[in-house]
């Protein structure tokens, strides 16, 4: 395994992972306590219709997913603010619609879709390096950003009226999060695929909180259990030949799946 290191796309895929499982760290806590977890997903869906117009176009699909998402995000987050009734509606649209623009921009596209499986389905191990430094750069404006406004999201996080009361922009820090949810969604569809994104941005921001309630120790916990999971996910899927973002979410929820029993078992001993 020590040895796989002095390959380059192995060493790519090791920082590739440990890049993604920063920014799930950090925004993943914020998905689970806000509980947008369907939201999540509905972006990661729609990014599809930008991987599709990438490679229609002939750009680097990443980017066409950065765009898809961000809209995606935006329009989200302003209809909610009107009418919460028409969420679930809206996100099951937008989830449906991505897909489908990919699926036909990818079929009216000439020739065949290299990698195409990996975008669906994750295959960190082909990540290439001009990936890793767009990573790079979305973990600092993701972290830099819940630097800077940390208090401000705390309180739109747990107490939308009292953000309100005290005069904050409640609903531009609402858009901007959700921005940031979907600048991690790309990172993360580079590791495990648009298809298994929200279970990655969500287990393991789910089993920091059954340790903790204070929000940077839990973004912390996260991150650690985000890059653990990568990582075993990893070695795992080289040891027995299976594909690795899979194989990462299986190893993610079976850590979720133990922390559950420890917590029950814990909740038992008490009463």
């Keep these: 395994m020590i040895g796989l290191l002095e390959y380059e796309f192995f060493r790519n895929a090791l920082l590739a992972g440990i890049l993604a499982s920063a920014a799930c760290g950090i925004v993943g806590t914020y998905v689970v306590v806000r509980k947008m977890s369907f939201i999540s997903g509905g972006i990661s869906h729609a990014a599809f219709g930008g991987i599709g117009l990438g490679y229609f176009l002939g750009f ?141 941005l969500t287990i393991p921001g789910a089993v920091s909180r059954l340790s903790t309630s204070r929000l940077h120790t839990m973004m912390v916990g996260a991150i650690v259990i985000g890059m653990l999971v990568t990582l075993a996910g990893i070695g795992l899927s080289y040891a027995i030949n299976a594909p690795s973002g899979a194989t990462i979410i299986l190893v993610a929820a079976m850590v979720y799946g133990a922390a559950m029993v420890r917590d029950r078992v814990r909740f038992r001993a008490r009463g």
């Excluded at 079929?107 to 295959?123: I, V």
């Excluded at 191990?125 to 990936?131: C, G, I, Q």
């Excluded at 600092?140 to 208090?151: D, E, K, P, R, T």
């Excluded at 401000?152 to 904050?168: C, G, P, R, S, V």
Aim: glycine content about 8%.
């Design 60 to 200: 680097d699909p990443i980017l066409g997913a950065i765009l898809f998402s961000l809209v995606s995000a935006l329009t989200i987050g302003m209809i909610s603010r009107r009418n919460l009734r028409s969420m679930d509606t809206l996100i099951g649209v937008l989830w449906a619609t991505g897909m489908a623009i990919g699926i036909l921009l990818i079929a009216w596209t000439p020739g065949y879709a290299p990698d195409l499986f990996s975008y669906l389905f994750g295959n960190i191990l082909l990540v290439p390096a001009r990936d890793l430094l767009l990573m790079g750069g979305l973990l600092v404006l993701i972290a830099g950003s819940v630097i800077l406004w940390y208090n401000e999201f705390q309180a739109i996080t747990f107490d939308d009226e009292y953000a309100t009361i005290e005069n904050l922009p409640v609903g531009l820090l609402h858009l901007y999060l959700l921005s940031l949810v979907a600048l991690t969604v790309v990172m993360l569809i580079r590791v495990v695929g648009v298809i298994l994104v929200i279970a990655l």
